[in-house]
Structures are given as structure tokens and as C-alpha cells.
């Protein structure tokens, strides 16, 4: 487990935070909009950051968030040579709702979509909301293909029994999940990792952080191993 130290605030702190904030607003060019159908009927629309080879991530946003949250990932991603789908659940966005409404069945029909593709070895990111339909796809249909997954706060306390996916969970000190996030860890098999950030941020508002490159860098390196 590490836990980083807390870091300064004041002026300073809060201009780099709304610096910070300000580079995630991207630009809507250098991804394809595709839409797939899940097993329920939904239709969801994702940004598709196609790059070839055999690996790829998916993106899953919180809920005050759509996919758009993720796109600084996933050009960033996109630099090392990694594809990426960056996901509007159903009822956000252009996506529509299916026959019932697990947002689970969403991340399975994103792997499904980039087995499609041909990507082999797929990874799994998501915060909050986000987190939470990863983890109940994974307890739903585990996949061979699925090699790592990156949860930020997940709102879902399930744990993930594979030991083939390497697992990084990560939270803030103070905020109101932490309990809930812990459990998911302790009760998740090997390998994994759990990541303590200071504060009370949650989920995707910690790239808002002061520590938001240094987070930034963590889940990069994770899922670039």
C-alpha cells in the first residue's frame, strides 16, 4: 500500500489545480464515435482511439461525468501506443438505455467490441460509477483477455477473484468511500496494489488535485507494463 504525503496548497496550488483541470479539456480530434449493442439491447456510443496492435483500454466515467472525462487518458495512451474506448454509459450522452439497467452488461459489450477489433489483451479503468459496473462485469463474465484493471473509488465493494488480472485500487485518505474501496482490496485476490492519495477528493475529481500528474503517471505506467 502507499500513501503520499500531503502536498501544498494556497495560490499556487489552487492555479495548478485549475491548470490541471484545464488540460483534460481535449480536442475532439483523432477518434472515431463507433456504437455497439449490448446483450440487453442498450446502445452505447464511445470514442474509439484506434491504435494497432493487441492492447487496449477501456474507459468507464463516474457519474457527473460522461466520456469525455477520459479522452486526456486516452491520447496520452494513444503516445505509447495503446487503443482506447472511452465509453457514455447508458443514458448519457447518445447512449440509450436496454432492457434493464446494469451498467455492467456496458463494459462487457466494450470488451466484446474491441475482441472484435482484434485486441487480445484489454485493460479496464474506471471511477466511481465507473468502477463499480467493472467490477459487477467482471463477477458477471469473467474474460481471459482482460489483463489489468485501474479503479478509482469504485462505488462497489465486490471483489475481483481472478489472479490473472493485476488489480490497482485508488482513493483519498479522507473521503467518504474509502471504507468501501479497502474492502474491495482486501477481499480481491492477487496481484494488487492500493494507492492512498491525501484528501478527500473522489474518483475522477482527484485529477483536479495537485497530485493529479503524479496520478496521472501511476495509472499510465500500470497499465503500460
Not at 477518434?31 to 449490448?38: G, K, S
Not at 459487477?136 to 471483489?159: G, M
Request: net charge neutral; hydrophobic share 40%; proline share 4%.
Amino acid at each position: 500500500m502507499r500513501h503520499y504525503p500531503n502536498y501544498p496548497f494556497g495560490l499556487t496550488g489552487l492555479l495548478a489545480c485549475w491548470l490541471i483541470f484545464r488540460s483534460t479539456e481535449v480536442s475532439s480530434q483523432g477518434f472515431d464515435l463507433v456504437r455497439f449493442a449490448t446483450s440487453d439491447s442498450a446502445r452505447i456510443e464511445a470514442a474509439f482511439f484506434n491504435v494497432p496492435g493487441e492492447r487496449a483500454v477501456i474507459f468507464a466515467h463516474g457519474a457527473v461525468f460522461s466520456g469525455k472525462s477520459w479522452y486526456f487518458m486516452a491520447e496520452r495512451l494513444r503516445e505509447n501506443h495503446i487503443a482506447s474506448l472511452c465509453i457514455d454509459f447508458r443514458g448519457y450522452g447518445n447512449s440509450t438505455d436496454g432492457s434493464t439497467g446494469d451498467k455492467g452488461l456496458d463494459i462487457t459489450g466494450a470488451v466484446d467490441f474491441l475482441k472484435a477489433k482484434g485486441f487480445t489483451r484489454i485493460s479496464l479503468v474506471g471511477g466511481s460509477m465507473g468502477g463499480a459496473a467493472i467490477l459487477q462485469s467482471l463477477q458477471a463474465r469473467p474474460d481471459p483477455v482482460i489483463c489489468s484493471v485501474v479503479l478509482l473509488s469504485p462505488a462497489s465493494s465486490l471483489a475481483i477473484s481472478s489472479p490473472d488480472i493485476r488489480k490497482l485500487f485508488v482513493v483519498s485518505r479522507d473521503e467518504g468511500l474509502y471504507g468501501r474501496v479497502f474492502s474491495a482490496y482486501t477481499s480481491s485476490s492477487l496481484p494488487k496494489e492500493l494507492t492512498v492519495y491525501p484528501g478527500s477528493a473522489h474518483a475522477q475529481h482527484m485529477f483536479k488535485e495537485p497530485y493529479s500528474d503524479d496520478l496521472q503517471e501511476l495509472i499510465l505506467s500500470y497499465l503500460c507494463h
